[in-house]
Nanobody, 124 residues
Framework: QVQLVESGGGSVQNGGSLRLSCQFS????????LAWYRQTPGQGREHVAS???????HYAEFVKGRFTISKDNAKNTLDLQMNSLRPTDTAMYYC??????????????????WGLGTQVTVSS
């Protein structure tokens, strides 16, 4: 059974930093990508950052230079270091995993499994 548990969310001021962590287990796929998505009320989930099976990162334009994604295969964790946070980054952040065919394939669209999310609030 796939389990993804997010932690590290909270409230910070404009320009502050947070580090999110996702502990994952039970992934049955031979190849997969991992990703952070976010969602605000009334909106769909949007891709923030992801890593393919090889660990190569991919970022949404609006977080490039501010966020860093990292995967630790030994600990089965996926972290998201978020710096220079803005009020527009306020959202529920979700960790997800998706089966892929190729090792270089990145996450896109819906994921196969999701965590319950962690709230990030940035005040101005």
């Amino acid at each position: 059974q796939v389990q993804l548990v997010e932690s590290g969310g909270g409230s910070v001021q404009n320009g502050g930093s947070l580090r999110l962590s996702c502990q994952f287990s039970g992934v049955p796929y031979r190849r997969y990508c991992l990703a952070w998505y976010r969602q605000t009320p009334g909106q769909g989930r949007e891709h923030v950052a992801s890593t393919n099976f090889l660990g190569t990162p991919h970022y949404a334009e609006f977080v490039k230079g501010r966020f860093t994604i990292s995967k630790d295969n030994a600990k089965n964790t996926l972290d998201l270091q978020m710096n220079s946070l803005r009020p527009t980054d306020t959202a529920m952040y979700y960790c997800g995993v998706k089966q892929t065919i190729f090792e270089v394939q990145h996450c896109a669209g819906d994921m196969d499994n999701w965590g319950l999310g962690t709230q990030v609030t940035v005040s101005s």
